[in-house]
């Protein structure tokens, strides 16, 4: 289908196999990751500009931090995105994630929570 389209036809050869390769990786997926990947996109689509600039700003100070805490923030803000704003402003603040995290991936998480995010695969949207 890709060969058919003239928009894609008119991009350079380097972004046409750039996105072969995405659309490759894509069809390897799982239809649960699929989804997911899907709905992330849902999401995005509908960001303000401020907001995209905000997500920005949060994943690149996110790839900053060691990868293994990337993943235990990342798991933490997938679990808070099941909470209702204020609930998860209280559970950042809260002795136990004190415990758990830095000040910087409280501060990641607490601007993360801010933004409108995906619902978790296994919860219903909002």
């Known amino acids: 289908m890709l060969q058919n389209d003239p928009g894609f036809q008119r991009l350079p050869p380097e972004r046409q196999q ?3 390769q995405r659309l490759e990786h894509f069809s390897s997926l799982s239809p649960e990751q699929q989804q997911r990947v899907i709905n992330r996109m849902e999401t995005w689509e509908h960001l303000t500009p401020g907001q995209k600039a905000e ?21 933490a803000v997938r679990d808070l995105s099941a909470l209702p704003y204020d609930q998860r402003m209280r559970v950042i603040d809260s002795p136990r ?18 933004l409108p995010l995906a619902p978790p695969p296994d919860h219903p949207p909002r």
């Open 97 to 114: 994630f004190k415990g758990l995290f830095s000040p910087e991936e409280r501060d990641i998480m607490r601007n993360a929570a801010g």
């Open 55 to 75: 997500a920005r700003d949060v994943f690149g100070r996110m790839r900053q931090l060691p990868p293994d805490r990337q993943r235990m923030v990342r798991s």
């Open 18 to 20: 750039m996105l072969r």
